[in-house]
């Protein structure tokens, strides 16, 4: 289903997306050398009902996972780069952490992610990061009305294999509206022109992520978390934008 969202409803998204974007910066800004990632749960749990907004992830139950995520946020660490489920573990310096979060607030969903590390960055790690930051840059560059999804594949993909890094094309941005997960399919490499043309009222969530030397997942045991195969670091970033007459808005910016 491909979804047009109305203004009264792009409005009721600005709220939801700033709500998704001010969690993420309070949850980043409180995580630290010892936190443990269910007290990261805990806490976007209560900031969650606290705006009397609904978790996207807590009944979520597609194929690709083990039963419903039962979870309020992912927590990815390390060679970790999706549907990271948070477990009892505290986090120790130089952890490269993920925070991807998605909240519906009176009907409409917005979904959003930030990766960082956790006390002493290493080189790698804040480069990991920076490409797939200005890769979403690029994507949000590249949206407007009248651009085709591929457009956006081409401004994403291009900036993160320029960096030297492989890209994966199982998961990437999705249309996003009064559920989740929507079409269209937004890759995070494609070819500039082709696929689904944008317009006004669509809600999209870009996502570019990467993993530094490889381009294979592997589900670990928990039946969710996703991981690079080969065991190296990874990164994420998301944000929620909306189609406009003018171009692309950013939904899931902080308050």
Known sequence: MIEILTPAEIDRARATGALVGTILQTLRERTRVGTNLLDVDRWAKAMIEDAGADSCYVDYAPSFGRGPF???????????????????????????????LAVSLDGIAADAAVSFVVGTPRDEDLALIDATERALAAGIAAAGPGARTGDLSHAIGTILESAGFPVNVEFGGHGIGSTMHQDPHVSNTGRPGRGYTLRPGLLLALEPWVMADTDRLVTDADGWTLRSATGTRTAHTEHTIAITEDGAEVLTLPR
Do not use: E, S, Y
């Not at 970790?80 to 952890?95: E, F, K, M, N, T």
């Open 70 to 100: 039962g979870h309020h946020i992912c927590t990815a660490v390390n060679d970790a780069v999706l549907h990271g489920l948070p477990h009892d573990r505290a986090l120790a310096d130089g952890d490269l952490l993920t925070l991807d």
